[in-house]
């Protein structure tokens, strides 16, 4: 998903006073210096507010600008009615996940390919608002320690080259955090974006940690979502 294009859309103007609306619920606000970058997950798109950035502050689904600026987002069809409580963006990623050296793992081996088996083979005919649905359906609580999720991801690190077909970060991502859901754990799926030039990107995390990235190269992208 990264370097994606992305549009731009009306500029705003200043003022000083504050009111309070909501996000629709297939909408995603990141503030990126000047500007705020939309993410639509129903269409995979992203497009840009050139200056919102000034004038608005984004809080989960939540946001606080002046009534005009609201007016011009709730004409431009924006805004919704409350979704509910969105996920939180953990902690920026300080390290990456200690991965203990690959070895033979016959339950690690047999949970991948399970995992792919049920969705790698199909993520090319599968959408993006598919795939969050898939990961936002409810799961036990993670009985998974930090090494036991390394475990896997080091399993899944060398068992993906194998596997038909390849993907972006978006494949990866969706791949390993299924092969996790599947053993009984959870982490957070973040989705990043950065500006001039555009790109988005995403990852995985388990608290401070990154489990198939580098804390240096995710660090320049903001989130914008998180499953």
Known sequence: MENQ??????????SSDGA???????????????????????????????????????????????????????????????????????????????????????????RFWWSWWREGRKFESRSLASLLATHRRPSPSSSLSEEEVARLTAAFVRLLPWAPGQGACLYRAHLLRTLIRDAGGDVRWVFGVRTWPFSAHCWLQIGDAVLDDEPDRVAVYTPIMVV
């Open 5 to 14: 294009a992305f549009a731009s859309t009306t500029s705003f103007a200043s």
């Open 20 to 110: 309070v609306a909501h996000l629709s619920e297939h909408l995603h606000f990141a503030v990126v210096d000047e500007d705020v970058i939309v993410l639509d997950e129903r269409t995979d798109a992203y497009s840009c507010l050139p200056g919102a950035g000034t004038v608005l502050q984004v809080y989960g689904d939540r946001i606080v600008a002046p009534e005009p600026v609201l007016e011009q987002l709730r004409n431009g069809g924006f805004l919704g009615l409350s979704g509910g409580t969105r996920a939180v963006a953990p902690p920026a990623p300080t390290r990456a996940l200690p991965l203990p050296v690959p070895a033979i793992d016959l339950v690690a081996t047999t």
